[in-house]
């Protein structure tokens, strides 16, 4: 994990960013347009899988999404495992703390949202960005710190563009003087994160804690 690449692996990252930001805002505008999320399900799936099979295919290996070999697997699966157990027994005592009650509604939230947050959600990004961008940055040999903050600058930049539609903003400027203090905290939860992936050697302790924080 996070080791030194070839020049061309860096440029892909900031190419393939660029564009993945690109299209991000691209998805905001046609949601509000057609009042539906079916386009941005459609591309965020289609690029996803379609980077997956890019790196795959170059390296013949799932150690540049973030899953570099059997060390500490089974023990972070398990450890995974509990924590997820234990983050879905606090949904429902919050949300029964709240409304009293657990209606079937209610139910169907509490456990629909949970491969939402922990597949669509917190296992794509981690692939994308503690894994595959984070990974191909190292390919632009500057100082590991820079790299790693750049990735954070990255990650916290890409919460802007479809964000900002979803939310009613239309002005790009407004939206980010508004979010400047949520970006500063995403961009240290991805620097917190990619310390525990190097730590770990794997990211599935990050995908655990990321979904735990939006499922939360």
């Known amino acids: 994990m996070y080791e030194k690449r070839e020049k061309l692996c860096g440029?892909?990252?900031?190419?393939?960013?660029?564009?993945y930001w690109f299209l991000l805002l691209l998805c905001g505008k046609v949601?509000?347009?057609?009042?539906?999320?079916?386009?941005?399900?459609v591309l965020y799936t289609l690029i996803f899988v379609l980077t997956v099979a890019f790196v795959y295919r170059k390296e013949h290996?799932?150690?540049?999404?973030?899953?570099?070999?059997?060390?500490?697997?089974?023990?972070?699966?398990?450890?995974?495992?509990?924590?997820?157990?234990?983050?879905?027994?606090?949904?429902?005592?919050?949300?029964?703390k709240v409304f009293g009650q657990l209606t079937g509604d209610l139910w169907f939230q509490i456990l629909w949202t949970i491969p939402y947050y922990l597949?669509?959600?917190?296992?794509?990004?981690?692939?994308?960005?503690?894994?595959?961008?984070?990974?191909?940055?190292?390919?632009?040999n500057l100082n590991?710190?820079?790299?790693?903050?750049?990735?954070?600058?990255?990650?916290?930049?890409?919460?802007?563009?479809?964000?900002?539609y979803n939310r009613g903003f239309s002005s790009l400027l407004?939206?980010?003087?508004?979010?400047?203090?949520s970006l500063v905290f995403i961009f240290f939860v991805h620097l917190a994160l990619c310390l525990i992936?190097?730590?770990?050697?794997?990211?599935?302790?990050?995908?655990?804690?990321?979904?735990?924080m939006d499922y939360l």
Request: charged share 10%.
């Open 197 to 212: 992936a190097k730590k770990r050697e794997s990211i599935i302790l990050p995908i655990v804690i990321h979904f735990l």
């Open 61 to 96: 290996s799932w150690r540049s999404l973030g899953f570099p070999g059997e060390k500490n697997t089974k023990t972070d699966l398990w450890l995974g495992a509990v924590l997820i157990l234990a983050g879905i027994c606090i949904k429902i005592f919050l949300v029964w």
């Open 31 to 41: 949601q509000v347009l057609t009042q539906s999320r079916l386009f941005t399900t």
């Open 144 to 164: 590991p710190k820079l790299v790693f903050c750049l990735g954070g600058i990255f990650f916290s930049l890409f919460h802007l563009p479809y964000q900002m």
């Open 11 to 19: 440029i892909i990252a900031v190419v393939y960013y660029i564009a």
């Open 174 to 181: 407004v939206y980010t003087v508004q979010m400047i203090p």
């Open 119 to 140: 597949f669509y959600i917190a296992a794509v990004e981690e692939i994308l960005f503690r894994g595959f961008i984070q990974n191909y940055l190292f390919g632009l």
